[in-house]
């Protein structure tokens, strides 16, 4: 669930640039103009100093252009050799439960239903693979709620348009492909679409690429599994647009239940080269206990809401993706609170998860374009395991043999290591090497410093509640700002940029942001708007 916080106060925006040294200015003097004036950025922005960065450039477009690309959802014309040819007037079903573990079935072109019951869906047997000739469509017609479900893993689906299963509002929290977040499925060059609730349902060992998972009512995927968790995903290559078109937020206000793609407690995740846009929410959202992620490669788009969010999670890498016009939608409608391209809520590294690097999150070597805000780091002041302000009533993954929602107690709180480990924390991250370009006449009209328009930050609430939570007052945003290792540093900045610290309403010019006590990107490149005459604007 997200806990995103209004921001109080309004005033002018703030543009006072703090100093860099001469050399880091003209080593830089290119990339930043060329930022300014919105041209197209190829490459992963020049390292500031103190050197450079070993990362493959963050994408100029779309990596990853698969909704109505024939090239590569277009299945064989021939069935491949010993497949059963299944045509529009066989029932998939019952072919599926006659032949034996592991047969492959080609489905001629045209339009194939599974029957008229809500639950006729097909259940594949251990290793069965299904491909689709050019057109071959598997249409649920809004009679049945699931398309490809069951127990058996190893399953492979291929090449076939699947869509129109379930009706307007229906399959919450559900999926059409892989309802049961099944173990080792594949699917390669699928077009996923116009269906209800999630299109796929990613479990462990779940391999997603070249499919296109368009306008489902609920996301593209989840990943959810109460038995075992999941595990060691991937999902490459993808396009993800246009979901969440039953706009789940105002069925269910506040379930933070949407996104493209959404992921919950999952451990181990290569997120790459995917074309994530125009969602009707967040882009991609990780939510709660997820842990060893990396995000590589990514064109993350013009989704209403926040382009990545990662929340109550741990160990990630960000780097070399390109976020461009997210927000949009929902930071004007979102107070002063600052709708970040990349929002970090109570997540950071913790060396006792073990997946992923304990020792730094990373948020490397991106480009950021014209989103309503960029990196936002926050922590709510008033959330922790056991308490009423956190709502999955989950357990942090840093100490369970001892700490857990049910021990983070008004008895315990106070006491190590309760004080400490009940807590998620925002800690260790690490934003460096990035590129920041905003240019505020490519955004709504509404967009200024008083709307939470244009900002980086990193703060938290005062807190305030439960009666008894040792958190309150100032004690979190001092340890978010001061004392848990967050960093800014070797960014370029091109636009008018403000930023919120330490405290939520706090906003911040250059001069104090990079001023102690806070010393955030001290080292780092700031290209202010051109002015009325004479200087270059440069600092």
Known sequence: MNTRRLLAGSGALLLVA??????FVARNRAAVTQASVGVSVSGAPPAAAPGPSAAAPAPASPPARICDNPTILAGPARPPSGAVVVQRTQNLIALTEDRPAGTTFWLVPGV??????????????AGNTYVGAPGAIIDGQHLNLYAFSGPAGGV??????????????????????????????TLLGNTIRDNAGNAVMVGTRNLLRHNCLAHNGQSGFGTYSAIAGVSNITLDSNEITGNNTDDWEHLRPG?????????????????????????????????TNNAGFLFEGNYIEGNDAEGLIYEISYNAVIRSNTFVGNGHVEGPANG??????????????????????GKTFEISDNVFKDNWSGVVLWENSDRFSGSPAEGSQADTLVNPQLVTAKTCTQRNIKKQPYFDDCRWKTQNVHVH???????????????????????????ANFGTSPAWSPYKGTAIEEAVALQQN????????SGPWSFVVPAQGARANWATWQGAPYNQDTDSLIKLPAPASGSTGER
């Not at 194939?112 to 047997?125: A, C, M």
């Open 18 to 23: 703090g100093l860099v040294t001469a050399g």
């Open 433 to 459: 090497n990035n590129l920041f370009s905003l240019d505020p006449s490519r955004l709504p009209a509404t967009c200024s410093s008083q709307t939470g328009c244009g900002y980086n930050g990193l703060f």
């Open 112 to 125: 194939h239903t599974l029957g008229t019951g809500q639950y006729d869906q097909v259940t594949p047997k």
């Open 156 to 185: 492979v689906i291929r090449n076939l348009t699947i869509q129109n299963f379930g009706r307007h509002g229906s399959n919450n929290d559900e999926g059409v492909v892989n309802h049961e977040t099944t173990a080792s499925w």
């Open 486 to 493: 967050n960093k800014f540093s070797s960014n370029i900045y």
């Open 255 to 287: 379930c933070g239940c949407t996104a493209g793609g959404k992921f919950w407690e999952v451990t181990g995740a290569v997120v790459r080269n995917n074309w994530v846009h125009d969602n009707k929410g967040a882009g991609l959202w990780a939510d």
């Open 336 to 357: 002063n609170f600052p709708t970040g391209a990349v929002y970090i809520s109570e997540s950071g590294s913790d060396r006792r998860v073990r997946a992923g690097s």
